[in-house]
């Protein structure tokens, strides 16, 4: 017999965050998107519910979870507000990249004093995402053209042989928000921006993309979920020709689409995030579950616009917030062409290909 559940440990954590989405979150999304942050009060029960430390080393003060456990969290937290998720999470993926390259020293250096800095941000870009001159110097010049964030205290560029830190001389200018507007939206620039630190290392530069992606995933799958959910409960209430929308052939065979595209890019992502979690591996299984997840988006956001018809482009219902954060969300770490290039010569690569295996479950 297959046992799936998460455990009791996971379950409660779900159960945790999931409470938290709901009484924090959800009520506050629209003025979460027109303040372009995230309420003081909200930021603070985020802090003493400790996410932000979900995976640092139990030596640096934190939970020293996983990549099951943020998988899960942040597929709740994303459920009400995606971009809340982000603005929230004072280290986000950059963590990872600290964590490879540079250790626990890294982490005490440029992570943990974030935690404490009320709103403070640490972004990771990829290098195909930055437009920068002298790169390899102590200082750097040039722009990073989009990052979800109005705030930047430490940015983190990765590479595929290595990353560097930049904390001093970032100059950000704001965007016009679209999707994660509760994030923030800007352009960041640099004029000789001194180098913080530099880290090399193709191995762990690898892993640490491959667990951004699955961080990302993990929101992608929250978002699309409760895109679907919502697509669900309008069609079950709205009634045409004497019966709920939901009651036609062609519009419940979309439904069960939408569900069964979402639960596929779920499996995927636990998937990739209980190999990670073992350390068997699967750099490109992690590329390949962050493809799914903006493939799924792509059906799941605008078909779910498409069954509240006029409706789905109101903001006073949230399915069109659902496709601008999905889109939003398939652009950060150089986009899901960079994820399906990895995958492919991953596959066509003369070791056996990346498969999938269910003997086992997170």
């Known amino acids: 017999m297959f046992d799936l559940s998460p455990g009791e440990d996971l379950e409660l954590l779900v159960d945790t965050a999931r409470s938290f989405a709901q009484d924090e979150l959800a009520p506050r999304v629209r003025d979460a998107e027109s303040a372009r942050e995230v309420d003081a009060e909200v930021r603070a029960a985020f802090r003493q519910i400790g996410f932000a430390g979900l995976e640092l080393p139990e030596a640096l003060g934190g939970a020293a979870l996983g990549p099951v456990a943020r998988a899960l969290v942040n597929e709740e937290l994303a459920a009400a507000d995606a971009g809340a998720a982000l603005a929230l999470d004072p280290l986000g993926p950059a963590q990872y990249a600290l964590a490879e390259l540079g250790g626990e020293e890294a982490l005490k250096e440029f992570a943990l004093p974030l935690l404490d800095a009320?709103?403070?941000?640490?972004?990771?870009?990829?290098?195909?995402?930055?437009?920068?001159?002298?790169?390899?110097?102590?200082?750097?010049?040039?722009?990073?053209?989009?990052?979800?964030?109005?705030?930047?205290?430490?940015?983190?560029?990765?590479?595929?042989?290595?990353?560097?830190?930049?904390?001093?001389?970032?100059?950000?200018?704001?965007?016009?928000?679209?999707?994660?507007?509760?994030?923030?939206?800007?352009?960041?620039?640099?004029?000789?921006?001194?180098?913080?630190a530099r880290w090399t290392g193709a191995a762990p530069a690898t892993r640490a993309l491959a667990r951004a992606r699955l961080y990302v995933s993990g929101l992608l799958v929250g978002t699309l979920r409760q895109a679907a959910e919502f697509s669900r409960s309008y069609a079950l209430e709205r009634t045409a020709f004497g019966r709920p929308i939901a009651h036609h052939q062609a519009l419940a065979f979309l439904l069960v689409d939408m569900y069964a595209?979402?639960?596929?890019?779920?499996?995927?992502?636990?998937?990739?995030?209980?190999?990670?979690?073992?350390?068997?591996?699967?750099?490109?299984?992690?590329?390949?579950?962050?493809?799914?997840?903006?493939?799924?988006?792509?059906?799941?956001?605008?078909?779910?616009?498409?069954?509240?018809?006029?409706?789905?482009?109101?903001?006073?219902?949230?399915?069109?917030?659902?496709?601008?954060?999905?889109?939003?969300?398939?652009?950060?770490?150089?986009?899901?062409?960079?994820?399906?290039e990895e995958a492919g010569r991953a596959l066509c690569a003369e070791e056996a290909p990346v498969s999938l295996s269910f003997a086992e479950g997170p």
């Open 118 to 196: 009320d709103g403070a941000r640490a972004l990771l870009v990829t290098r195909s995402e930055c437009r920068l001159h002298d790169a390899s110097s102590d200082r750097v010049t040039g722009r990073v053209p989009w990052v979800p964030a109005d705030r930047v205290d430490l940015l983190v560029v990765l590479a595929p042989d290595g990353a560097f830190a930049i904390r001093e001389g970032i100059e950000v200018e704001t965007l016009r928000g679209s999707g994660l507007r509760a994030a923030g939206a800007s352009e960041l620039r640099f004029d000789g921006a001194p180098v913080a």
């Open 261 to 340: 595209a979402v639960d596929g890019a779920r499996l995927l992502l636990h998937e990739a995030a209980w190999r990670a979690e073992r350390g068997s591996g699967g750099e490109a299984l992690a590329a390949s579950a962050f493809v799914e997840a903006v493939e799924v988006s792509r059906f799941v956001g605008p078909n779910g616009v498409q069954v509240l018809g006029g409706h789905g482009f109101m903001q006073d219902y949230p399915v069109e917030k659902y496709m601008r954060e999905s889109r939003a969300l398939g652009l950060v770490l150089g986009g899901v062409d960079a994820a399906i």
